[in-house]
């Protein structure tokens, strides 16, 4: 649900959080990009970093630069005229990322397919259908929270988390998609693995994505998969950029 | 670990239970989803550098419980600061918040926990490491960062930035501005954001019953054992940001606080967040150690946080 008015609160003695809502839904994260916007633009003082998130921009502050009333105040006053208008995505991308959904690459295919009835093909079909949106990136570095996934894919997390996960693995849960940049524990269903980097030092952009990217999958086989890997050294080989810049 | 005008002052003999080299950290990137990494005690790490005359934000090691074992490869001054771990110059005992001189080949080692968690040991310049994204913390569980994006390991060589042998008169810190002994501790909290998602009894619960820091702790959180805190609406919220400090607690009712190297997004409901004041604490908790909560304002968080940092300021080294 998006709130009538948003809600803002302190999270801990540095950081001011905005909530627009309480689901994981384009319609509750347009207001938290269209204030990142905003508070980006007017960069108020004392401000030290934002981060953007499904429902809330968590906003760091640092004390001895600025009051909390006049940080507040201002902040009251973007959320109000976030809500209000329609953004216009500057620079929204979308990009095409290759993913491999065989063997044991998806090592919970059958678990998928089994809770939701559907067939491995069909799986593939949905994940591939139609762009998803990254709300944000989080967990570790680079990590990317895509969506929303489709109803029909929604699968529970794993009673005990895997421990190691694999780099470039793609999994599900409810209501969302994510890709583990390293071999981290991770606890959602692993439904395939992407053979491109998504986050890296020497790179000036960091990581792959950025929050308010779209992302298409686009299934490729083992083969195809070992032949992208091996030259996907940098962001962005083997990705497709299909639109934007 | 190697940088231009870096002089190799350190071999590994021993890497200890969990040593790296941290800073004041790398803010700016949680929304890449890049914690801040640094030091686990950023107090402690301060001291050891203005021991030396280094900047705040030289980069030092952080020694964990149970110490390494280092020999000298050649003379220096060093200073020790934080945690009492037994420190020992060969067969000499050496107390936290001072500075010391080494020859080559003399052997600095660690033994018995004595009080705190964490030890720093700082060299004149500051170690030398990668500056990546402003800093050269070690990012344990993102690998990056510090000596090859990982804890020491034996034979490693740490150089400092500055000559090793600087002539830097012995010093000591004030007894008020060392570690207190181990006990109880009081961490002051901002309630929120989601303390409307506890019943009553759940906050009275969290605000009146003593915790434990559990053995499940690292850079990352500290598990907590105690009391069950009881959630009025369940402890799902949708992903959110995780500020340092965020007291989580999930669907079993134990508190886990969020640290250096957590997730920098998560999704359960957060009860209340630790003033920065208080922060340094509980990189120094133990396992075992006890603590209470108590809310305080933010504008007195502020203050304390402030006066903290004023009264290592007016320390001064002695002329």
Same mark, same amino acid.
């Given at each position: ?245 | ?55 705040? =934000? !030289?980069? *030092? %090691?952080?020694?964990? &419980?149970?110490? $390494? ?7 220096? #001054? ?90 830097? =008169? !012995?010093? *000591? %810190?004030?007894?008020? &501005?060392?570690? $207190? ?7 002051? #909290? ?130």
């Amino acid at each position: 649900m998006l709130y009538k008015q948003p809600l803002i609160k302190p999270a801990g003695d540095r950081a001011l959080r905005v909530t627009f809502g309480d689901e994981r839904s384009l319609a509750v994260n347009r207001p938290v990009r269209a204030l990142s916007q905003l508070v980006s633009a007017q960069a108020p003082a004392g401000l030290t970093e934002m981060v953007p998130t499904y429902a809330s921009l968590t906003v760091h502050y640092d004390p001895e630069a600025t009051g909390l009333k006049t940080l507040r105040q201002g902040l009251e006053e973007m959320a109000q005229r976030a809500m209000a208008r329609e953004v216009t995505e500057t620079g929204s991308r979308l990009l095409g990322i290759p993913v491999c959904y065989e063997g044991d690459y998806a090592p919970d295919m059958d678990y998928i397919c089994k809770y939701t009835g559907l067939t491995s093909e069909q799986v593939v079909g949905l994940h591939t259908a139609e762009p998803y949106f990254v709300f944000q990136l989080g967990f570790t570095p680079g990590c990317p929270f895509v969506g929303p996934l489709q109803n029909e894919l929604h699968v529970p997390l794993m009673q005990s988390p895997r421990t190691h996960t694999t780099k470039g693995a793609v999994a599900i849960s409810v209501g969302q998609t994510v890709i583990y940049p390293r071999a981290t524990p991770g606890g959602m269903r692993i439904v395939g693995q992407t053979p491109v980097q998504l986050f890296q030092l020497d790179h000036p952009d960091l990581t792959l994505f950025k929050p308010g990217d779209r992302v298409l999958f686009k299934a490729v086989s083992a083969q195809d998969y070992e032949a992208i890997a091996s030259q996907a050294e940098n962001l962005f080989d083997g990705v497709e950029l299909i639109s934007g810049a | 670990m190697h940088e231009s005008g870096s002089i190799p002052v350190l071999e590994v003999l021993r890497p200890g239970a969990l040593s790296s080299l941290q800073d004041l950290g790398r803010p700016g990137y949680q929304s890449l989803g890049i914690a801040e990494a640094g030091a686990m005690d950023s107090f402690s790490l301060v001291q050891a550098n203005r021991l030396l005359g280094n900047p705040d =934000a !030289a980069a *030092a %090691l952080e020694i964990t &419980l149970v110490g $390494p074992k280092l020999r000298f490869l050649r003379a220096a #001054v060093f200073a020790l600061s934080g945690a009492d771990l037994s420190a020992r110059l060969d067969d000499r005992p050496l107390a936290p918040g001072a500075v010391y001189g080494a020859q080559a080949n003399q052997v600095l080692s660690f033994g018995a926990r004595k009080k705190g968690m964490r030890a720093y040991l700082s060299v004149p310049g500051g170690f030398a490491a990668p500056m990546i994204l402003g800093s050269r913390s070690t990012y344990i569980y993102a690998g990056f960062g510090g000596a090859a994006g990982r804890t020491l390991q034996k034979g490693d060589v740490l150089s400092c930035l500055a000559e090793p042998k600087a002539d830097i =008169a !012995a010093s *000591a %810190l004030p007894e008020h &501005l060392l570690l $207190p002994s181990d006990g109880l501790r009081l961490l002051r #909290v901002i309630m929120g954001p989601q303390e409307d998602r506890f019943s009553q009894s759940g906050i009275e619960t969290f605000l009146g019953s003593p915790y434990e820091v559990t053995s499940e702790s690292n850079r990352m959180g500290y598990r907590l054992d105690g009391p069950r805190i009881e959630h009025s609406d369940g402890p799902i919220v949708v992903s959110e940001a995780t500020p340092l400090g965020a007291v989580q607690v999930p669907g079993q009712g134990r508190p886990v606080l969020l640290l250096r190297e957590r997730g920098t997004t998560g999704g359960y409901t957060k009860i209340a967040c630790i003033i920065t004041a208080d922060m340094d604490l509980v990189g120094q908790a133990a396992p075992g150690t006890g603590i209470r909560f108590k809310p305080v304002e933010i504008e007195e968080a502020h203050r304390l946080q402030r006066e903290r940092w004023r009264f290592l300021d007016l320390w001064r080294l002695p002329s």
